[in-house]
């Protein structure tokens, strides 16, 4: 029952040389059960021993994302690791490791880079070669007679090449600092340049005429330069254009070869980095082993170090340290001169933390309970009963045979392997908990005898059809859920808005009386009797005499027979009777007479008015009674060992003040320093649980009016789209509703798969949170965190 409590802690003062620290941290990492506490956790990491390490080990990780990087665009793929653990044992170093890694990742990528130059240069070379091509294979274009004539009148011409995406800025600039004294004329280029980014662009040529002056040139050539283009010159003679041509295309050639054999080895090289040896790439072997480098040295950084000896604090689960000891002991085998890390219990009034064993099954549960907050340690932990209560309360708000087997069958695709390769891999954590929101919301839809707002005659009916009117069958109970007659009839919304309201009322005062219980629970097991009578009896006897005697008024009616319906006792107007009018006789009384009923619920009111003033005063009263014979009487926050050295006390107190939980340590009935604090806070307590009995128990219909709209939605949708053509029956009755089904199916998934279920699940989230969980649950406590090298898997996942 791990789940129901948190596990017991104890704590344990961890002293490590500092030689054999890197191996004892490797050990450590392997138990799922070390909580290491930061000795300062104040302190800046760069202040820390292994800083220095930390940051190496970024910087090792910047170059793994670099070669990453260069492999997603060769669109090589490497091969995950599929156990972590597996390959960390396989992979088992020394202190040393680190050098090594950092030494071959580095060398991989500084050859890496180096390549990826070589390539660059060439690929610029080849664009610049091909843009001199173009030039000269367009130039014969550009000497017609307008520029001849340019030339004898003294204008001067430039020819360059640009970007496409960059014609149109680059003319009006030249129009601007020209004043419109030049003429631009250019020719697209159709092959595509691959740049530097392997984007593929189109450039074209152009060619400038302009009059002759240095100050025009110069301005011309500034704006070519902020263009970043490329400008060439024309032979004079078409010999020499005929050589430059062929010049040209030899070396188009060359760098072609060259930059084809380039990219043949880098790609090799990156190749050969994705190649399987421990069950993964290389390269995804070298980052998980970084990753562990630097999760080690983080850890050891939350240790204090003194005179070449670590020192610091852990929490283990009970029934770890044997194990611990034995693996320290054995980490340098039979080699005793070297010297190993050891665990001394020891006592401290810090406040354990709260720490679950979780499968996949629990987990999404808890998550639900640590959403609003951690359990304090050793209190119940609501993530037990969540498993059943909340995908039970999303079921009565999304109750449909139809709907919940469709949520039946997505649960149970999820559990697949298949589901890990398909789009919905994201839904897997919580897979555990859809299979029983399907399972909750058909039980719940058989309840309501409801499928697909279709009524299902599953028993046959108790009613009988007589001249149009229904007529019950004598001594008949229908064996489960709601009659299918009362499908058909005309009052069947009332009947069920009556129902579901009620029924709502009964959930609700079940769930709270539930949470209440837990509380008294909590108080015994933490000997706190006080609260025991002070707050849990009080407020269980409140409840049940006031809402819980209203659930029982309602089964009180459903059992009675009435000769007629006009007869039946109101349970509101009972009820409200009861508190406004407690004196008078019931005129419809629901027992065997209205003096024995109005008996009842005088005493009832007598004890609701009794536990007010009891959760209001007593509490107060006490404590200052306690504080009256025992005025000089304080609880230290840390009771310190016979045998600790003041050194050693001054370190604990430094450590309880650091400690960010340790104000939870103080005794529940220790928590108010004064009876004036303490009075302020038990009256709220106490008008909170009264005024919150009644908005509670209101707010628990949400589950009427969440279920009301969800079955009223599938009927309107299931009407406007497919029912009419399945009632004519027939050929064409069978087209239509062929045609129609796509617009039932899209707006029954949308609407009422999607969007009100995650509406359900999100009331439903509203009364864990709210109206269950305040009723007992502190939710002041903190997560174990335990250093293991599983962790790493999780953030190779994330990445």
């Known amino acids: 029952m791990s789940l129901f409590r948190s596990e017991q802690m104890e704590y344990y003062n961890l002293v490590i040389p500092r030689e054999s620290a890197w191996d004892v941290m490797n050990t450590l990492g392997y138990f799922d059960s070390v909580h290491i506490i930061d000795y300062d956790a104040t302190l800046p990491q760069i202040n820390r021993p292994f800083s220095n390490y930390v940051k190496r080990c970024d910087d090792v990780m910047q170059k793994i994302e670099q070669i990453e990087a260069e492999m997603r665009n060769f669109k090589i793929e490497k091969r995950y690791c599929p156990d972590v653990i597996d390959l960390l044992k396989k992979r088992n170093g020394s202190h040393k490791q680190f050098e090594e890694l950092e030494q071959d990742i580095c060398k991989v990528a500084d050859d890496l880079e180096h390549q ?18 173009e030039v000269l294979k367009n130039a014969v274009a550009f000497q017609n007679e307008d520029s001849e004539e340019a030339s004898l009148l003294g204008f001067q011409k430039m020819v360059g090449v640009i970007l496409k995406e960059d014609e149109l800025r680059f003319k009006r600039i030249i129009f601007r ?14 092959e595509h340049f691959i740049q530097q980014d392997r984007r593929s662009v189109q450039k074209c040529v152009f060619m400038l005429f302009y009059p002759c002056g240095d100050l025009t040139q110069k301005k011309i050539l500034r704006v070519i330069d902020s263009f970043s283009c490329n400008k060439f010159d024309i032979p004079t003679s078409s010999e020499q254009h005929a050589q430059r041509i062929t010049m040209l295309e030899n070396q188009l050639i060359e760098a072609d070869q060259l930059l084809h054999l380039t990219i043949t080895q880098i790609n090799k090289r990156l190749q050969d980095l994705v190649e399987v040896k421990y069950n993964c790439s290389w390269i995804e072997e070298m980052r998980i082993l970084i990753t562990k480098e630097k999760y080690l040295y983080m850890n050891l950084n939350m240790l204090n170090m003194t005179n070449s000896v670590f020192h610091g604090q852990i929490w283990l689960p009970q029934g770890q340290d044997q194990k611990i000891q034995q693996a320290l002991r054995n980490l340098h085998g039979n080699d005793k001169q070297l010297p190993s890390g050891q665990i001394q219990e020891q006592q401290t009034q810090l406040t354990p933390p709260t720490y679950y064993k979780l499968n996949s099954f629990t987990y999404p549960f808890q998550e639900i309970v640590n959403t609003y907050g951690i359990p304090r340690y050793k209190e119940i932990n609501p993530g037990l009963s969540t498993i059943i209560t909340f995908p039970f309360l999303v079921g009565v708000m999304f109750g449909d045979v139809g709907h919940g087997l469709l949520l039946f069958v997505c649960g149970l695709y999820l559990t697949t392997e298949d589901a890990r390769k398909s789009i919905f891999s994201g839904l897997i954590p919580m897979r555990y908990m859809i299979l029983l929101i399907g399972f909750f919301a058909c039980y719940n839809g058989l309840i309501y005898n409801d499928f697909l707002s279709i009524g299902l005659n599953l028993f046959g009916s108790c009613y009988n059809l007589v001249d149009g009117e229904y007529e019950i069958k004598e001594d008949c109970v229908y064996k489960f859920g709601i009659d299918p007659a009362w499908g058909s009839s005309s009052n069947q919304l009332t009947f069920m808005n009556s129902f579901k309201m009620k029924l709502a009322v009964i959930i609700g005062v079940t769930h709270m009386t539930f949470g209440i219980i837990l509380k008294g629970f909590n108080t015994i097991h933490f000997n706190n009797y006080i609260d025991f009578f002070c707050e849990f009896i009080p407020q269980f006897l409140l409840l049940i005499c006031s809402f819980g005697y209203m659930d029982f008024l309602l089964f009180l009616k459903w059992c009675t027979k009435f000769e007629d319906t006009k007869d039946a006792p109101s349970v509101i107007t009972t009820m409200i009777d009861m508190v406004l009018r407690p004196f008078d006789v019931p005129e419809k009384p629901l027992f065997e007479s209205g003096e024995q009923q109005r008996s009842i619920q005088l005493l009832l009111l007598t004890i609701i008015a009794f536990c007010i003033p009891v959760m209001l005063i007593t509490k107060p009263l006490i404590f200052s009674l306690n504080k009256k014979n025992h005025p000089y009487q304080q609880i230290p926050s840390q009771i310190p060992d016979d045998d600790a050295n003041p050194e050693q006390l001054q370190n604990d107190m430094q450590k309880d003040q650091s400690q960010p939980h340790s104000k939870v340590s103080i005794q529940q009935h220790n928590e108010h320093d004064d009876i004036g604090e303490l009075i302020v806070h038990q009256s709220i307590e106490t008008i909170e649980f009264v005024l919150g009995s009644v908005s509670n128990t209101a707010s628990y219909l949400r589950l009427w009016a969440l279920s009301l709209a969800h079955s009223q939605l599938a009927e309107v949708f299931f009407s406007m789209t497919i029912a009419s053509h399945i009632g004519e029956g027939g050929f064409f ?20 798969m999607c969007m009100d279920l995650m509406e359900c699940f999100l009331h439903a989230l509203r009364l864990q949170w709210v109206e269950f969980q305040s009723k007992f649950y502190k939710a002041d406590g903190y997560m174990f965190k335990a250093y293991s090298f599983t962790n790493i898997k999780s953030n190779e996942q994330d990445d």
């Open 177 to 190: 600092i020209t004043k419109g004294n030049i003429h631009v004329e250019i020719m697209d280029i159709q």
């Open 116 to 133: 990826q130059q070589t390539l660059t240069s060439l690929q610029e070379k080849k664009n610049t070669i091909r843009e001199n091509l």
């Open 733 to 752: 009755g069978t087209i239509g509703s062929i045609v129609q089904f796509p617009g039932f199916a899209l707006a029954t998934f949308g609407v009422l």
